[in-house]
T-cell receptor, first 113, second 113 residues
Framework: DQQVKQNSPSLSVQEGRISILNCDYT??????FLWYKKYPAEGPTFLIS?????DKNEDGRFTVFLNKSAKHLSLHIVPSQPGDSAVYFC????????????FGTGTQLKVEL | EPEVTQTPSHQVTQMGQEVILRCVPI?????FYWYRQILGQKVEFLVS????????KSEIFDDQFSVERPDGSNFTLKIRSTKLEDSAMYFC???????????FGPGTRLTVT
């Protein structure tokens, strides 16, 4: 059940540059997407979300872009900081029932000095 | 800022033993979830709970698993007879229901030997 896919297991960027994390989905019924950040030995922390009625949502250094026709979303972090080093998951709620989240496999971001 | 808490942080148990993982969701939240993450794999949904009953469960959530909200604050996951393959990080999450954002606890690392 790979409804949400993150094809890059890792990404390394220099401090101050842009980080771009990608996510693809297969279920055209998804109408909302979320990004979570996870540090080792901690739970996922909600970062930013986007509704399918929008194609962009911005919150400080974080911007999520949604391309519905391509079934693709991306998270941009600019400028990247060493504290951003973490695993980033994209997720989508499966509506109906309890609105469970289905997660991608995650991308390990490393921001280097 | 309110947060989801989980206890214990680490539980070691022998195969066949019962374990209870405990969670205190955010106080005004109405929907509660358990997820797990086996080492190196993605976060996967186990069960959702609303209005004192299970609203949805995954294929993983078989008869060995049960959930309970014994009082107004705690939300527990019980595994009746643990197996080696139950070793994972277990995350509790909650949401108020007005949005799709779920807030996760720090997790319980369950090790079955």
């Amino acid at each position: 059940d790979q409804q949400v896919k993150q094809n890059s297991p890792s990404l390394s960027v220099q401090e101050g540059r842009i980080s771009i994390l990608n996510c693809d989905y297969t279920n055209s019924m998804f109408d909302y997407f979320l990004w979570y950040k996870k540090y080792p030995a901690e739970g996922p922390t909600f970062l930013i979300s986007i509704s399918s009625i929008k194609d962009k949502n911005e919150d400080g250094r974080f911007t999520v872009f949604l391309n519905k026709s391509a079934k693709h979303l991306s998270l941009h972090i600019v400028p990247s900081q060493p504290g951003d080093s973490a695993v980033y998951f994209c997720a989508a709620p499966v509506t109906g029932g309890g609105n469970k989240l289905t997660f991608g496999t995650g991308t390990q971001l490393k921001v280097e000095l | 800022e309110p947060e989801v808490t989980q206890t214990p942080s680490h539980q070691v148990t022998q195969m066949g033993q019962e374990v209870i993982l405990r969670c205190v969701p955010i106080s005004n939240h109405l929907y509660f979830y358990w997820y797990r993450q086996i080492l190196g794999q993605k976060v996967e949904f186990l069960v959702s709970f609303y209005n004192n009953e299970i609203s949805e469960k995954s294929e993983i959530f078989d008869d060995q698993f049960s959930v309970e909200r014994p009082d107004g604050s705690n939300f527990t996951l019980k595994i009746r007879s643990t197996k080696l393959e139950d070793s994972a990080m277990y995350f509790c999450a909650s949401t108020g229901g007005r949005t799709y954002e779920q807030y996760f606890g720090p997790g319980t690392r369950l090790t079955v030997t």
